[in-house]
C-alpha cells in the first residue's frame, strides 16, 4: 500500500535522508524506530507529503506521492496523521476537533459529522469530554482526541510519529492501548516510536534507521531475535537494558 | 477657572458630535480596510511567492517609511487625479488612511501569524485542508486571538492620528472644535475640551488592551 523506493532527502547541504527503501502492505504494522535524528520523523513525514524529497519514489497505493501534480490535498485526507505534540485545535472544542475535517475536506454534513466523532470519541474513552477544549486535556488524552481526529477520516492508513514521546509515563499506555486496538482491527500503520513493548505486541516488520539510512527492515521475530546489524544490536541492548 | 465658558460646548455639542462622527467612522473604515488588506499582504509575504513576495515587502517598506500627514496630502491630490474626478477629503483620506494603515497591521498579523507553531499548520494539512483552509479555519483565527492587545493599541494610535486631516481641511472632531473656538474666541475652552475627549477615549481603550493582555494565556 505504501512504497518507498530510493527517498533521498537534502536540507541544504545535510542529508537526511539517504536512499531509503520499504514498505507497508494492507492491514501491516511497521514500527520505525533509531536513536534520534536519525531521520526516522522525516520519513514518516514524506508519506503525506509534508515533507517533500528530491530523490526516489513515493507511492500510496495508485497515487505517486513524489509527483508535482498529485493532489496532495486529496491524498492527506485519506492517511490519517498523530503527531508528538498532538496538535489539537486550541481553539475548537473536542468534538468540533473532531468534526471539523469531514465537514471542510470530506464535505460531511454536520448531522453526520456529529455522529461519527462521537462514536470515535467514545471508542478512545472520551465521550464525556466531546464539550471540553484541548487544553482541558491531560496528554494522554489530547493524544487520543488527536487519534480520533484522525479516524474521522476513514482513513486507509495511519502514521504516527511518536505518538507517544510528548507523554508522561502514566499516560502512555493509555495512548499505546487505542493503537494496539487499532492494530488488531487491521488498520494499516506506520509508527516511529521507542515504545519496543509496542513493537513487539503488535508490529509485523520493524525498521531500524541511523543517520538518514534504513539499516535494518526484518519481521519483528528477526529484528528482536537476531538483529543483524551491530548498530541495532547496540541500540536495543541500551533500550532494552532498563 | 471663573472665566472658562464652558456652556460653549454644550450649545455646540450637534455640531461637534458630527465632528465625532467623522473621526469615528474614518478609524473605524481604516481600521477595518487596513486589517484586510495587511492580512492579505503578510499572507503574499509568508507564502514565499518569487515576486508577489517582493512587492509586498516593498509596499510595507515603503509606506512605514514617509510621514502620515504626507501620504494624506498627497493622496488628496493623487487619487481625483487617478479617477479623473473629485472624490471630496473623507474618501482621499480614507484611501490614504487604509493604504497607510495596511503597511503596520501586515506587520502586526506577519508576526501573528509566525506566532502560531508550524505544528497546527501541518495538523490541518495532513487532514487534508488546503492552504487557504488552513489559514481561514487554523491559523487566522488563533494569530488574531493573541494579536488583539497589539491590534487593538493600533487602533488607538489610528484614533490620535486621524487628526492629521486638518490639513485637508476635513472636519472631524478637531477641526470642527478648532472652527468654534476661533469663531468665538474661545480657545482655551475647546482644545481643553478636545483634550479630554481624546485622553478618555484612548485611555480607556489602553485598559481595555492591558485587560485583555492580562486574560489572554501565555
Redesign the interface.
Known sequence: MILMENVSKWYGSFQVLNGCTTSVSKGEVVVVCGPSGSGKSTLIKTVNGLETIQEGKITVEETIVSNRKTNLNQLRSRIGMVFQNFELFPHMSVLENVKLGQMKVLGRADSESENKAKLLLDRVGLADHAAKFPSQLSGGQQQRVAIARGLAMDPIAMLFDEPTSALDPEMINDVLDVMVELANDGMTMMVVTHEMGFAKKVADRVVFMDEGKIIEDATKDDFFGSPRSDRAQQFLSKILSY | MGDFDFAIIYNNLPFLLEGMKTTLLLTVAAIFGGIVIGTVLAMIRLANIPVLSWVAAAYVNFFRSLPLILVIFWLYFLVPLILGRPVGAFASVLVAFVLFEAAYYSEIIRAGISSI?S??A?????????YS?TMR??VL??AF?AMIPVLLTQAIILFQDTSLVYVVGLKDFLVSAELIANRDQKLIEMFVFVAVVYFTICFAGSMIASRIQRKL?V
Open positions: 507553531r505544528g497546527q501541518a495538523a490541518a494539512r495532513a487532514i487534508g485542508m488546503t483552509q479555519f487554523i483565527p488563533q486571538k494565556p
